[in-house]
């Protein structure tokens, strides 16, 4: 039964991303394309295998991540663990649960999750900080357009 529900999750996920990432619409959006992106591949990803030690450290101590897919509309990328509380100016965030369970600043309340949750982060929406019930917490996370490196915020 876990492994149906997993695999739900999954299939759902990669449907969202392969849907935002072809989207006619989206591009017309998104005007400021990044023309950094290399062309799509044909591939797949063991998102199972992409544990919290797995992934690279990052300039936060606590989380780890790694960028899965680039294109010029958004990139899609998978992280585990915690970030102070932060906003990003220029980029909207989608996050998707894949494994653990807590809560999260999103704005200016405390939101629960779990595994199959959808986070819909606007930009300039204050968001962060994960208490953690069950973990680690794994999500693919989505950014539009690709997140600037200086598109990182901190606020109280």
Excluded: C
Excluded at 69 to 76: H, M
Excluded at 99 to 122: C, H, N, V, Y
């Amino acid at each position: 039964m876990r492994s149906n529900v997993v695999a739900s999750s999954l299939a759902l996920g990669a449907a969202f991303m392969a849907g935002i990432l072809v989207s006619p619409q989206l591009r017309q959006l998104v005007p400021e394309a990044h023309a950094e992106a290399a062309p799509l591949s044909p591939m797949m990803i063991d998102l199972t295998a992409l544990n919290h030690e797995a992934l690279p450290s990052t300039a936060s101590p606590e989380l780890r991540a790694k960028t899965l897919v680039v294109t010029d509309n958004a990139t899609v990328g998978i992280q585990s663990g915690n970030v102070p509380k932060h906003i990003h100016r220029h980029s909207d965030e989608i996050q998707y649960i894949v494994e653990g369970s807590g809560a999260m600043w999103l704005g200016g309340e405390r939101k629960d999750f779990k595994p199959g949750t959808l986070i819909i982060i606007p930009r300039g929406t204050p968001h962060a900080g994960t208490l953690v019930t069950a973990g680690p917490v794994k999500a693919i996370v989505i950014k539009i357009p690709p997140q600037a490196k200086d598109d990182i915020v901190l606020v109280d």
